[in-house]
C-alpha cells in the first residue's frame, strides 16, 4: 500500500484542502476502484491505513484508491446543494460541489491518472459528511455509481422542528420525493442503535435510524430496492463516533468491492 499527502488550492473553497489517499502498489490492467471521503482528517481513527492494507493484501487483483478529503468549514461546506438547512447552514455546499467537480477530481486525473467510471467510483462519509456524500453521488451519477452514508445527519431541515409535523421539511428527503433520482446507483446506509437518544416523534426509534429508513423509503419509491441496491445495516449498540464507524468499516469494503468479486475479476487471496 502506498500512503501519501498533498494539498490543492481551491478558488471555490478560498483555503487549501489538504487530502490523504491509500493506494494499491504496482500496476494492473483493472481499472481501480476509488473511493473518496469526507472527513479525511479521521483516517487515523478510523484505521483506515489497516483496513485498506487487509484489503489489498488479501484482494491483489483489485486495486484500490482510497482518498480522504479534509474538513474546512464543515457546517457549512457540508449539507446539500438543494436548500440550506433553517439556520442557513450548509450554505457553502454548491462551492464544495464545484470544489469536487472542477477542482479536486480533475486534480486527481491529471496528477494520478486515475479515470472516474461509475461503477468503480464511490463517495462516503460520517454523520454530516454522510448527508454530503449522498448529495453529492446523487447529483453527479456520470461520476460517482455508488455512496456510502454511515450515521448520516438526514435530520438536516428547512424549517425548525414543530410538533405538528415532527418528521417535515427534511431536505434530503424532499430532494429525493420532488426531484428525478438516477436509476443506475447503489446506496449503503449505516446507523447505530446508539447514535443518538432523541426521538422526535416519539415512535420508540432514535431519530438516526428513523430518518436513514425514511430516506431508504423514498428511494424505494424511485424504484430501488432493498437487497439489490440498497443496503442497510444496522449496528446494535453502535454510536456516533469513529470507533463504530472503523469497526464496521470492513463491511462497507466488502461491500463495495463485491460486484468485482461477484464477477470473478477477484478471489480471496489464500496461503
Known sequence: ?????????????????????????GLSDIKPITLIFNDGQDFSALRMSQT???YTANYPEIPLSIIGIYAGDRINEYGSVYKNDYKNRGNK??????????EFLPHLKVNYLIEFEASRTGFAGFSLGGLSAIDITLNNPEIFGFCGVFSGSFWWRYQPFTE????GCRILHEFIDKNPIPRNQRFWFQAG???EDCDRNGNGVIDSID?????IRSLEKKGYIPGKNITYYEVFNGTHDPRTWGEIMPVFFDWALKPLINKGIAKMKTA
Do not use: C, G, W
Open 211 to 215: 430518518d436513514t429508513l425514511d430516506v
Open 93 to 102: 455546499a454548491v462551492l464544495y460541489n464545484k470544489f469536487i467537480m472542477n
Open 52 to 54: 485498506v492494507a487487509y
Open 1 to 25: 500500500m502506498v500512503e501519501s499527502s498533498f494539498n490543492i488550492t481551491s478558488k471555490y473553497l478560498n483555503r487549501i484542502v489538504k487530502i490523504h489517499m491509500l493506494r494499491s502498489p
Open 193 to 195: 442503535t446508539k447514535d
Open 164 to 167: 405538528q409535523d415532527p418528521d
